[in-house]
Each structure stands twice: as structure tokens, then as C-alpha cells.
RNA sequence: GGGGUUGUAGUUAAGUUGGUUAUAACGCUAGCCUGUCACGCUAGAGGCCGCGGGUUCGAGUCCCGUCAACCCCGCCA
């Protein structure tokens, strides 16, 4: 195959910015051949780039040496043209195509590049590739159109939220991404040193201290697209490193953060997807998002709230329910579906099984008939306690009711993600409408299975100081956090942080962290702390579950250029790899035979 | 660590109760075609049925194991 030098040829214009206003142009243009219809005595090629495609046409009359040429052109080579802009007779036009009014008359074609049979076509009107095989070819798949607008949405993103951020008087600051392990919270990433024999580093979890040490410093606005890494297990909206809108700012009340992220999340919005985000955004306390949703994230596009029934059950004549409140922690609750009476059998031994997901034993449920309950567990109910249930949950005739009764965890994780599996089966949750709440006052410390607990959100959040004397225990503690939550996802989470050096102390001996463990990992924060730190805040939002939203994709990898498998490798580089025995040698590492 | 789904030409899929030469569409190759745009027509090439073992006269199909991708639980301050 002859390739053609590129040489002292410019491009004119982007394929699809071309159409009626360029009748009579002669345009440069290059990009790739997307499909090729040669009729023998004209050929028909769809050139494409990352703005879009145009057709071009090659023809003896428009240029004979160039016609001749293209017949060797195949998929994805790619070219260059020079040519004339030419309107399309009315019949035709192609409407299909945003340039379909017009087309180029080929007189110059530069042959730049070939292309070997591919794997699979980069169009979209193909049936669907296996993911194996788009992340093993991920160079092609990205440059299919619907990646191409993903991503390039993701750079538009950022940069609106960047301008925002900059216009509000944030400057923008690097963090180190070979830092120090910190103890709590996920498992690190760890880089072992060279030169420090015995020692590594570890990949940030996020750039928290950092940022509270940049307060401390006095610049008073700080904000970072920042790279975070959690080595944990994977999810469709988890990955091993990720990116986070990260931000921070001095002498500012919980109030302030949040009116500057909504305000931040409604110009992305309206600059990217056109759509009008309402402000201010609904607050809920976490105690009512649990109460009412049993949930932490609540999708409010839909009711299907819960209703304790606890007090109610715990002298009832069914005694999964009365064991359950009588027990200590237990928890009786409900959640009506409207007009769900018409749930079919198997559809009720499914949503059984899907309970049984997060560790419920099972789940009852009475349908509302005209001639009143209809349920296996009718029996144990006297007409006091079902009235009283009727009109404590608003049930009408038509409508389901499903219970969860053990252990208060097991009932709201339960019924929470029950609530939400009835609006995915009764299609409750419109796609394109975007309900965002923010929930608040979350508690300081959640307890653990080992009988102690830990921080809800990290070990540097300022508890509510009432609390900290008036709870009869650590985990009936509030803390000033709050988290932004849209459709049902945690977007993301911030707090007020602790900026006195007692008060961090206290919080660090609650967490039974002894002065020299705090010494010897946060020293350094501590000792900031007693060096004037003002009074600080801020948050972060995980951009790629945001870009999730605004591309509608349903996997992270779908917005993220080079992601990896839930095995946390990466099919295109095959990361990760072996090392040579001489690299471990200089990292004074020995491998051990792994344990099976 | 646990539960589930999937794996058959380059791609996407079909493949019946275990039975003869494993199908189709798209793509690819060659030829023809001057208005197509999912171009059309003719011909052709293309297979370790994920991998290993077993049952059987005979396995894409049944059994056991294993690998990989995906979804979920645990985990994710």
C-alpha cells in the first residue's frame, strides 16, 4: 500500500460543522473512512472524525487519478481530502445525517494511513460487542461515536466546574499521589520505596489531609480534579482509582458548602445537559432518610416511604413480628405500594428472594382487597391492629403491603433496597429526571462487628458538641457531615472538619487511637492544628458517577477511557504484570508462594 | 470469601431428546455496478464450540473441575 506525507496540508474545517452556509468551498478535510460504497462508476465514502461525518464522493468527473485511488480505500483508513462543498439534489438529501444536505466533490486525495481487519466495527448501528472484547480493543471502541461523546462530555464537564470553582475564588492545587498510609477506611494501594528499604508509600484514598493542611496554610480556597485509589472489591459504579471534584474552604459553615455544590452541580447541569436543576436542593436529616426510607442515599423520584411499625407489633399475635420489636435494636417497618395488589404470586416469591439478598429471612405481605386483608398472616392481626395499620400507611383497596421485622440493619438495608427494586419493576424511575437531596447530620461513629466502631466518615469530622456530652453512647453521636445524593447514588460527601487540636484529640480517643498511634500517623495534622487552623470545610463529589448521570451510561467503565475489569486488571495493557526479579531485588522484596 | 449470568467463525447470535458435513446475519476477500447512505448483485475464504478431564459406540449438547467477563452480597474512613 503507498501512503501518503500529510506535507503542508491544513485542515479546513471539522466534518460536521459543514453544511449550507459552505456551498462552493474548497475544504481540506481528514478523519477516518467510515463505510465505503463503491458503485464502480462512483464511489460514496462517509468520512468520519470526532465531530461527526460528511459524505465525499470520488468520481471520474471530479478527479480521475483520485477516483481510481480510492477504490482501495477500506474501513478506518485514514485520509485526507481536498475538495468542493456541493449541495445535494432534493431527492437526495439524507436526513439522517446532520450534513446530509450537502456533500464534498473529491479532487486530491492524500492516503495517510491503512488498516488491518478489525476486530469489530466502530459503528454504532452494530449489535452489541461483548465488553471482553471492546476493553481487550479498547483503542477502537473508543473511538466509537457514543465513547467519543462520553468522554469528550467528561472534558466539558470539568471544565465547567473548574470555571466555577476559579469564578468563586478556589485555586486549584496538586497533591501528592506517593503519600503515607493512614489507618482506617478502605485498603491502600502500596508503592514500596527504594530507597528507604522496608518502607512504601501509598496511593491516596483522597487528598483529605492535604487539603486540610492547605486550610491551615491560609489559601483559604483549595479545590483538585483528583485521582483517589481504594484497593477494594469492584462494583458497576466502583472502580480501583477514580476521580473526585475535590474541595475546601476556611471559615465557612456547613450552609456555605452546600450552596456553593449546588449551585456548582446546577451550572454543570444546565451547561452540559440543558437541564435546570432546582435550588436550593432538598435537606433531610439521615435520621428521617432512614426512617422513612431505609436508606442513607433515598432515589426521592418516587414515594413507597416506610412506616414503623414497631410499637405496634410488639404484642401482635404474629410472632416473627412481636420477637422482632420486642428484641433489643429490632425493628418492624412497612412500605405500601400503591395499587402493587396486583403483584402476582411469583412476583411476590421473587421480591422474597430479593430480600433474602441483604439477609432478611423472608417478607410478608398483604394484598388490600374490597373484601379487606388478603395475606397469609391475616390470621394473627386482630381488626384493631389492621385498621390502625391501614391508616398509619394510607393503604386503599388495591394496594400491597410488604413488611420487614429482625434486626434494625437487616430491615432497612432490606426494605431500602426493596422500595427501590419495586420502582425499578413498576417503572417509577424516569430516565432524564434528576432528584437531588442532601442528608445531613449523619452520626459520628458507626459500631463494628468486633463490638467498637469507627468514624461514618473519617476520623476529622467535627461532631455535634452537644452531643458529645449528652449521648448516652458513641453512636447516638451526630457529626456535621452531609452528603449529596441524587436519584437514590451518593454523589458524593463532605463535613466540617475538626480545627482544634482537643477536640481532634477527644475524637482520636473515642476511636480508641492511643496519643502515640495518633502521633506517629497524623503528627503532622495535629501539630497543624495547634499552628492557628482556622475553622474549615468542604467536600467531594465522584465525578465519574456524576459523568454516569450526564451520559446516562449504566457501568462507570462507560465514562472512564481506560478502566478496569471487576478483577481490577486492565485488559488492553494487561496490567497487572509480572516484574523482573532484578526490579525486586532493588526494592529489596522477596515474593512468597501464594497460599491456595 | 460467597451467590448468580454468560462463553459456538473476525463480530453478534441459533444449534431440538446426545447422532451423519456445526447454521445464519454482519464483517472480510475477489469480481460486477454512475447517486448510494444498513447500497445492490455474484462467488469465496473463515471454527481448539473458553480450557482440562469424565460418562458414552458417539458430546457444542450430559457430569466434574478450571479460566475469563459481567451483576450482586460482604467490603468500599
Redesign the pocket.
Known sequence: MQLDPLGDWKRSDYLEHLGKADLGRQVTLMGWVH?R??????I?V?LRDHTGMA?V?F???HNQASFERAQEL??EYVVAIKGEVVA??T????L??KT?EI?V?VKELKLLNGCT?????IGD?????????R?KNRTLDLRRPQMQHNLILRSKAAHVMRNYLHEHGFFEFETPILTRS?P????DYLVPSRVNPGHFYALP??P?LFKQLLMVAGYDRYYQIAKCF?D???????QPEFTQIDLEFAFVAPDDVMTLVEGMVAELFEKTLAVKVELPIRRMLYADAMAKYGSDAPDLRYGLELTDLTELSKNCGFQVFSQAAQSEGGLVKVMCVPGGADFSRKDLDDLTEFVK???AKGLAWVKLTPEGWQSPITKFFNPEEIAEINQRTGAKVGDLLLFGADKKQVVN?ALG?LRKEVARRRKLAEDGRFVFCWVTDFPLF?AT?DGGF??????FTMPVMEDMETAKHPTDIRSIAYDLVLNGVELGGGSIRIHRPDIQKRVFQMLKITDEEAREKFGFLLDALDQGAPPHAGLALGFDRLMMFLTGA????EVIAF?????A?C?LTEAPGKVDPAQLKELNLALRKTQS
Open positions: 463505510s460504497r463503491d458503485h464502480g462508476g462512483v460514496f462517509d459524505q464522493v468520481g471520474p468527473q477500506r474501513s445535494r439534489s431527492d437526495q438529501v439524507n439522517k445525517m446530509g456533500e466533490f481487519a478489525l476486530p469489530f466495527q448501528l452494530q449489535e452489541s460487542i461483548t465488553e471482553k472484547n476493553l493512614t482506617e477506611g478502605a485498603r484514598q483522597s483529605q481504594r477494594e472489591d469492584l462494583r458497576g459504579n466502583r439478598i441483604y439477609r438495608d433496597n458507626e462487628e469507627h468514624s461514618c466518615h473519617h476520623p449504566e457501568s462507570i467503565r478502566p478496569k475489569t471487576q478483577q486488571s485488559l
